[in-house]
Nanobody
Framework: VQLQASGGGLVQAGGSLRLSCAASGRTDSRNAMSWFRQAPGKEREFVSAISWYGTIRYYADSVKGRFTISRDNAKNMVTLQMNSLKPEDTAVYYC????????????????WGQGTLVTVSS
């Protein structure tokens, strides 16, 4: 599975961005997908995850109520709508697939995209 993340950029605090992750290759595994992020000088952290049918969605406490994860299985795509962005949301955002939806450390997610940079200015 190959993952291509896009949609990052520079935005002012309070603004919005929409990240997308397009999957190609073997995409018929009924997989969960997720977003993680890594800020400069910090460890990677979980952001959100979604099950194949979208019935289960998890969010980190830090983004709950501001970010929304969704997916379009017909297009093999997962998106992350980010609203009310804060400077502390600045990070490289990575999408991942085929892992355990409850895994918030990333160790069970075998496929990762290349990352897209989100910068939130104050």
């Amino acid at each position: 599975v190959q993952l291509q993340a896009s949609g990052g950029g520079l935005v002012q605090a309070g603004g919005s961005l929409r990240l997308s992750c397009a999957a190609s290759g073997r995409t018929d595994s009924r997989n969960a997908m997720s977003w993680f992020r890594q800020a400069p000088g910090k460890e990677r952290e979980f952001v959100s995850a979604i099950s194949w049918y979208g019935t289960i969605r998890y969010y980190a406490d830090s983004v709950k109520g501001r970010f929304t994860i969704s997916r379009d299985n017909a297009k093999n795509m997962v998106t992350l709508q980010m609203n009310s962005l804060k400077p502390e949301d600045t990070a490289v955002y990575y999408c991942a697939s085929d892992g355990s939806i409850s895994d918030r450390y990333g160790s069970t997610w075998p496929f990762w995209g290349q990352g897209t940079l989100v910068t939130v200015s104050s």
